[in-house]
């Protein structure tokens, strides 16, 4: 039995691509290649003209200003996308952010506007985000995804507010399924392996993560973009129908080794 999956007359947003390093972009590509039509979102005017550049790679893609910790910002994109598109089938979530003075040093000292702004951004948006889309998805309902990190629950030295950011985010992941599983809007999120992105280069010790990775996990290699956006295709289609409220690591292993 041979299956492929098709995503031709699907329709989603992306939110999270800054560039063509981002995961985002990576899952966005093999999006377009399955057949979906996705509009983008960026983050402000300073990220626009990099992100038109990225996603013209696709065409013309609609192209909307959105900080998702704005739940008003979130709505409006919901309304033009509705105006312009009808319903919608699937919801890319790729962001986070912290200031670089909370990662690295130590956890202790986080203060609470470095706490604020890494949980508002990383955790807090995937609620406006998923929250406002109800009547963007039809009665065949949707899938969301959202990116996550097994800091969530082992310790990752430099990585420190992002920890408790993506446990935060995980949570949701899983009040979120139970909330919208009724209106068959699945929600999950796919933990990734370390992978250089514009996110992850201001992580201290990101390339001893990477290297960690390489040479401990049951694969022995890190691994890639396209390996996550496969994840993310089957994630966002009717493959995987049954799947809600999920973590799915996309790690070569690294996750099930203790030493
Ligand atoms: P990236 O820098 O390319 O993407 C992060 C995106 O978040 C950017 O597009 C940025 O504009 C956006 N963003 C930040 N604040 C925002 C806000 N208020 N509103 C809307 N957008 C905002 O880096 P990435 O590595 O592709 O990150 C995507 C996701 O993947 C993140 O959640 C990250 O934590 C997660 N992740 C990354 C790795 C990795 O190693 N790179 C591993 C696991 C999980």
């Not at 000292?109 to 406002?132: C, D, H, M, Q």
């Not at 992850?200 to 040479?215: D, L, Q, V, W």
Request: charged content about 20%; some cysteine; aromatic content about 8%.
């Amino acid at each position: 039995m041979t299956f492929s999956i098709d995503l031709s007359g699907k329709k989603g947003i992306i939110f999270g691509v800054a560039n063509h390093r981002s995961i985002a972009w990576g899952i966005s590509k093999i999006l377009a290649e399955a057949g979906a039509e996705l509009c983008f979102t960026y983050l402000n005017e300073r990220l626009k003209k990099p992100v038109e550049k990225t996603v013209s790679e696709i065409g013309n893609p609609l192209l909307l200003e959105c900080d998702a910790t704005d739940e008003n910002q979130v709505e409006n994109v919901y309304k033009t996308v509705k105006n312009k598109y009808g319903n919608i089938d699937f919801i890319v979530h790729c962001i986070a952010f912290a200031e670089r003075e909370d990662l690295g040093g130590n956890f202790s000292e986080t203060n609470l506007s470095g706490f604020r702004t890494a949980l508002e951004t990383s955790a807090y948006s995937l609620i406006p985000v998923v929250g406002k889309s109800i009547d963007l998805f039809g009665e065949d309902g949707g899938s969301v995804i959202t990116l996550t990190f097994d800091a969530s629950q082992r310790v990752y030295p430099g990585y420190n507010i992002m920890g408790t950011a993506k446990a935060a985010l995980e949570n949701e992941v899983r009040q979120l399924a139970v909330e919208f599983g009724g209106k068959n809007i699945r929600i999950n999120s796919i933990s990734a392996g370390p992978l250089p992105t514009l996110a992850a280069r201001s992580i201290p010790g990101f390339s001893e993560m990477n290297k960690a990775h390489r040479e401990r996990s049951p694969l022995k290699r890190n691994i890639s973009h396209d390996e996550v956006a496969k994840t993310a295709l089957f994630l966002l289609s009717d493959m995987s129908s049954g799947i809600t409220g999920a973590n799915i690591p996309v790690d070569a292993g690294y996750g099930i080794i203790a030493l």
